[in-house]
T-cell receptor, first 114, second 112 residues
Framework: SAVISQKPSRDICQRGTSLTIQCQVDSQVTMMFWYRQQPGQSLTLIATANQGSEATYESGFVIDKFPISRPNLTFSTLTVSNMSPEDSSIYLC???????????FGSGTRLTVV | DQQVKQNSPSLSVQEGRISILNCDYTNSMFDYFLWYKKYPAEGPTFLISISSIKDKNEDGRFTVFLNKSAKHLSLHIVPSQPGDSAVYFCAASAGGSYIPTFGRGTSLIVHP
């Protein structure tokens, strides 16, 4: 399985500011995925990040709020923009593991907006 | 509307006994089901999966059962160990998609 390094692991941010989360994969992958887990909720897909093209966003998520970069096949960033307390969540990046149709996840970023 | 439901937010089991975690789904197009385990401050890790052409898949202490007619699956852990204490997520995908839909998770506590 791929190994994903995600940072920061946690942050406390002021409302109205932005935070960029980084994920580095130890192998080249075509697609990377960004998830959000709000307290007591399931993992919700935010967007799929493809190298060389615009990210594909799920319903309820927009590029202005969650801009994504994918400069190469091993790296991606997710920015949470103009944050409010409602953005307090765990954010996770992941890649598909073709061996078992499962996912490999990063360790997550626990974001608290105050 | 949740397509994958884990109705028990928590479960407490004694070490050595069986843990049974349940999951229900509503989308009849789902044909692949997965269980993930998540420790605090870590990302979810893949545990076991099952295709809709099977009704059981076993891997060591972990067995997943699928009842398609009831749209229900369960994860059995036998025997349960304190290290199994974690949040368990049920997930389902359709048509070979790599993008699963997750449940809200069940927090399992295995006490000595």
């Amino acid at each position: 399985s791929a190994v994903i390094s995600q940072k920061p692991s946690r942050d406390i941010c002021q409302r109205g500011t932005s935070l960029t989360i980084q994920c580095q994969v130890d192998s080249q992958v075509t697609m990377m995925f960004w998830y959000r887990q709000q307290p007591g909720q399931s993992l919700t897909l935010i967007a799929t990040a493809n190298q060389g093209s615009e990210a594909t966003y799920e319903s309820g998520f927009v590029i202005d709020k969650f801009p994504i970069s994918r400069p190469n096949l091993t790296f991606s960033t997710l920015t949470v923009s103009n944050m409010s307390p409602e953005d307090s969540s765990i954010y996770l990046c992941s890649v598909a593991d073709r061996g078992n149709y499962g996912y490999t996840f990063g360790s997550g970023t626990r974001l608290t907006v105050v | 509307d949740q397509q994958v439901k884990q109705n028990s937010p928590s479960l407490s089991v004694q070490e050595g006994r069986i843990s049974i975690l349940n999951c229900d789904y509503t989308n009849s197009m789902f044909d692949y089901f997965l269980w993930y385990k998540k420790y605090p401050a870590e990302g979810p890790t893949f545990l076991i999966s099952i295709s809709s052409i099977k009704d059981k898949n076993e891997d060591g202490r972990f067995t997943v059962f699928l009842n398609k007619s009831a749209k229900h699956l369960s994860l059995h852990i036998v025997p349960s160990q304190p290290g199994d204490s974690a949040v368990y997520f049920c997930a389902a995908s359709a048509g070979g998609s790599y993008i699963p839909t997750f449940g809200r998770g069940t927090s399992l506590i295995v006490h000595p």
